[in-house]
């Protein structure tokens, strides 16, 4: 086998997931260990799985990353020891001593192809140990129950010296490797046990005891857990830090970023104070004052922008220690696909959807063995053969995706095929075979329940044991992997069309990509994943009529939509020239989308909304930028929906614009005019208003509410401005104001405006009839 | 005759007197204090909606912030002023005036009170001042809360006048359930 450390030609990445890889088998030999030596005591179904799914997860990473001569050493320790699977009593010792030590030859072998020790072991050995404990066994069904710490101690030590033994039984040569070791082969000729070991082949610079003996007194205590002491650790070698610890650190980071909202806020309590002294013009006796006041703002907003660095820093750096981009598992399974293809005779492409998402790296590791099993059991179990899939009419290269969302702090990851699906039949069968269900309980499942059958230990389809399939793991260790990470997973398939695995799983840490546009005053996310490019608007690319707008893009036509239109916040309007439009693609579809500006693309944390906002389709979730304010992030899909619905605006009657700095005084209002029948624009202030009415045309307002006390523009002002043209002054204005005495009223009806009520009036109910009133006396006067 | 007391005796007595004085004193200081007012009362942040005045526990009230902290949320319902980031957590700001069915309001809101309804979570409230503690007599609130299952519970105050103390778990489970106020 080559050596992917040192090839040449070995890319950063597979370098990086080798050594993960290293770290990931250890651990999962660590628990191995501890199986079999409880397996070897006291025997136990629970262990025995658990170790036939660590044994199943060993050899497919292996395999995802080439190292096929140690994906055959599993798999041959599957061999060995799944036969066992039901048996009673304990482990068979010999078996229990060559798992182990063919664990540490894995271990040793894995180590050093990763560059962290300089010998490896020689897999033969492994196998031919494996083959003996399998004829001791065979010989003698029934072994003893072991309870030798210290026989157990010397088997665990993986480099120990050679020791003398001469009046031992020695070992015969062993016999060459199986030539297949895909395949599970026909039980051997029983011979005696036990079979020493053989000479000093490399496995056998390791332990010279024999299998039935337990070493000399005196020696050392157990390695713990199939660790290896010696094996020399990376120079990068970190600390090991508590996810405790971490998650500690980012609620401080949270801390600093609340008190640096705090310093803006003192800054802009200053500045007022500023203003206040400026109002009283410059006097000598204020004038230290307001130096002392110019010092302490230019200060604050220093040291306001120090922390907004040290933030964002800190936060890049914990974003670093705690997640990876979720490419680095999926990117491994287009070379599985590939190997699987190629051995199989089949065709398929892999495609790869949301790959930029980033993730709790600790949910990553979790994930990588539940993905491969799944990606490889879409190539092994639903893709047909070529010619197979082109006499069903479909492509001759089968296709199969995966799509990651992130939607809060929910995880979905869907893997599909385009195979001949689930033979629910072909389940059903099996599981009665197999004892998983009786005819009666299969009797009350329906297909979709049948399906997910298959998650279920021991059950498989398959007639035979392959280096793939067959033995009723890997589905098992996916459901349980999956579990253990508090997520779910479903099987849905149509017959002929294909299976979909969909996973479900909390993701409190993480990032996706987004893209931060702007709509009005107000600044939305989008997942990148949704984005297929983006442009600048032309006017001669641009087709409006019968209500709609259409985009030349790419020679062909694609409705255009305003995204401030669909989020029911302004009239529909043509994009001016410049404006940058995005191109989405969903369900195959193109759709443009015009929003006033894009800020730029950010790796940002989507937080789960509270309920009372989570419940709205438009929102997948919130994320804070970097000067703390929250940002709202769109969910792709509704934008389809929303398009397919209509705009907001077009489907209502009547439409009103409300103009009001007061967050309350928007809402009272909307709600006010809303459960009279009313779409209801808002905006925040004069200059917006107006900007509104410019972009979407007074004409296309029925009324236009104003509040008077807004800085800088007033309700007076804007009522003066809208009245300069014609479609302004065609326009129903109606003022309030929270103050309500005579001299008010006649301002407001000296501005222009056709109403003036107070917001006490308008809290009792009033707005909605004197909106009325106003739109019948507009329309007798007419 | 004398009293037939000698000074000594007088003295003797004297003291005695003046011990069993402090014996007194002291037993009077041994003995339990009656329980302070303050256990009677509940301790509310009162503040103006309109023209009505209203009342949360304070001991619900976890901070008051600037309204300018909040971020609309488009396509909401009408009683969500939207969305603001407290400590860490992404918690909901309501219009309290909407929720109470628009019972009116003299100032714009500025301030958003931070409060633990006891859902397991954070909400805010939006109000037009910052609230002043009040301290409500215990016997009348409860026997109030008996005779109301609404969202707030109308109290006369020693002083007369009337006050509005919201039962803010029956608000928002009545927001909840109903989807909007």
Redesign the interface.
């Known amino acids: 086998m080559s050596d992917p450390v040192r090839d040449p030609e070995l890319d950063p990445l597979l370098a990086q997931l080798l050594a993960g890889f290293v770290d990931e088998a250890e651990e999962i030999a660590a628990r191995l260990t501890l199986h079999l030596l409880e397996l070897e005591r006291r025997g136990g179904g629970r262990a025995f799985d658990d170790l036939a799914r660590g044994l199943h997860t060993l050899k497919g990473s292996a395999a995802t990353l080439g190292l096929d001569a140690l994906s055959q050493l599993a798999h041959r320790m599957e061999d060995a020891l799944l036969p066992l699977r039901g048996r009673s009593g304990p482990l068979p010792g010999p078996i229990a001593d060559a798992l182990l030590r063919s664990l540490d030859a894995f271990l040793a072998q894995l180590r050093h192809l990763a560059g962290r020790a300089a010998e490896g072991r020689d897999l033969a050995a492994a196998h031919e140990l494996l083959a003996q404990a399998e004829q001791a066994v065979a010989s003698a069904p029934v072994e003893p129950v072991r309870t030798d710490v210290a026989w157990r101690a010397h088997a665990l030590r993986p480099r120990e010296s050679p020791r003398a033994e001469p009046a031992r039984p020695r070992a015969e040569p062993l016999a060459e490797p199986r030539a297949e070791p895909g395949r599970v082969r026909a039980q051997q000729e029983i011979t005696p046990a036990p079979r020493p070991l053989a000479e000093p082949a490399p496995l056998a610079e390791a332990p010279r005891a024999k299998l039935s003996e337990p070493p000399a007194p005196g020696s050392e205590p157990p390695a713990p857990r199939g660790f290896d002491p010696e094996a020399p650790r990376s120079s990068e070698d970190g600390w090991r830090v508590g996810a405790a610890q971490v998650t500690g650190l980012l609620?401080e980071a949270?801390r600093l970023r609340?008190l640096r909202?705090r310093i803006d806020?003192r800054r802009r309590e200053v500045d007022r104070a500023l203003a206040l002294l400026n109002q009283l013009g410059p006097r000598p006796e204020t004038a230290e004052a307001r130096s002392q006041l110019i010092t302490s703002s230019r200060a604050l907003g220093a040291d306001s922008e120090e922390a907004a660095d040290v933030l964002a820093s800190l936060e890049e750096g914990l974003k670093s220690i705690t997640t990876l981009p979720i490419r680095t598992v999926l990117e491994p399974l287009r070379r599985a696909v590939r190997d699987l293809c190629r051995a199989q005779g089949k065709e398929a492409r892999l495609a790869v959807v949301g790959a930029e998402v980033s993730l709790d790296r600790r949910v990553l590791e979790g994930l990588r063995a539940p993905l491969l099993h799944l990606v490889r059991n879409a190539v092994d179990h639903g893709l047909e053969l070529p010619a197979a899939r082109e006499a069903a009419g479909k492509h001759r290269e089968g296709a199969i995706t995966v799509r990651v969302e992130q939607q809060g702090n929910m995880l979905f990851l869907e893997i599909a095929d385009d195979g001949r699906g689930l033979d629910v039949t072909a389940i059903r069968a099996a599981a009665l075979q197999r004892g998983i269900a009786t005819e009666a309980e299969l009797a009350q499942l329906n297909d979709a329940q049948l399906q997910q059958l298959i998650f279920r230990p021991n059950l498989t389809t398959r007639t035979e044991v392959t280096q793939l399939s067959g033995r009723g793991v890997g589905l098992d260790v996916a459901r349980t992997q999956l579990l253990a990470l508090r997520g779910q997973i479903e099987a849905q398939s149509v017959p002929g069309q294909g299976t979909r695995f969909l996973l479900t799983l909390p993701a409190d840490l993480g990032s996706s990509p987004v893209l931060v546009l702007r709509v009005g005053e107000?600044q939305f996310g989008l997942p990148m994943a949704a984005i297929e490019s983006s442009c600048a608007a032309r006017a001669r690319d641009l087709r409006a009529g019968h209500g709609r707008m259409q985009l030349v893009h790419r020679e062909q036509l694609i409705p255009l939509h305003d995204l401030g239109a669909l989020?029911?916040?302004r009239q529909p309007a043509t994009p001016a020239d410049g404006a940058p439009l995005l191109i989405l693609l969903r369900n195959g579809l193109r759709i443009g989308l015009a929003v006033d500006e894009v800020v730029g693309d950010k790796e940002l944390f989507i937080?789960?909304?509270?309920?009372?906002?989570r419940e709205?389709a438009?929102?997948q979730g919130?994320a804070?930028l970097a000067r703390?304010?929250?940002?709202?992030v769109l969910r792709p899909d509704w934008i389809g929906q929303a398009i397919a619905e209509g705009p907001?605006a077009a489907a209502a009657g009547k439409r009103a614009l409300v103009v009001?700095?007061?967050?309350?005084?928007?809402?009272?209002h909307?709600?006010?005019l809303?459960s009279g029948g009313w779409s209801v624009h808002t905006a925040a202030s004069g200059e917006q208003a107006l900007e509104q009415l410019r972009a979407s045309g007074a004409a296309r307002y029925d009324v236009l509410v104003a509040d008077i006390g807004m800085v800088p523009m007033d309700g007076l002002a804007l009522t003066r401005a809208i009245r300069q043209s014609p479609a302004g002054r065609a326009l129903p204005i109606i003022l309030v104001s929270?103050l309500d005495g005579e001299a008010d009223r006649a301002r407001g009806e000296a501005s222009g405006a056709d109403s003036f009520l107070s917001?006490?009036d308008c809290?009792?109910?009033r707005l909605l009839h004197e909106v009325t009133a106003v739109l019948a006396r507009r329309k007798g006067s007419a | 005759m004398s009293h037939g007391t000698s000074p000594d005796a007088a003295a003797s007595l004297a003291d005695a007197e003046v011990r069993a004085l402090l014996e007194l004193r002291a037993e009077r200081l041994r003995r339990p204090r009656p329980a302070p007012d303050d256990d009677r009362l509940l301790w509310a942040a009162e503040f103006p909606i309109g023209d009505e005045r209203y009342a949360i526990p304070l001991d619900s009230l976890r901070a008051a912030v600037p309204l300018r902290m909040v971020t609309p949320v488009p396509l909401s319902p009408p009683h969500l002023i939207g969305i603001l980031r407290f400590q860490g957590q992404v918690v909901s700001a309501l219009s309290l005036s909407a929720l109470l069915g628009g019972r009116g309001w003299r100032d714009d809101p500025a301030v958003l009170l931070v409060v633990d309804p006891g859902i397991g979570r954070l909400i805010a409230l939006d109000c037009e001042q910052i609230p002043k503690p009040v301290a409500l007599p215990l016997g009348a609130v409860e026997s109030a809360r008996a005779q109301s299952m609404g969202p707030s519970v109308g109290l006369t105050l020693p002083s007369g006048a009337r006050l509005h103390l919201l039962e803010l778990r029956r608000l928002i489970g009545r927001m909840a359930h109903a989807g909007q106020p």
């Open positions: 609620q949270e609340e909202l806020e107000q989020l029911g916040l937080r789960a909304l509270p309920p009372e906002v709205l438009t929102w919130a804070t703390g304010e929250l940002v709202l907001r009001d700095d007061s967050l309350t005084a928007r809402a009272i909307r709600s006010a809303e929270a917001k006490r809290a009792s109910g």
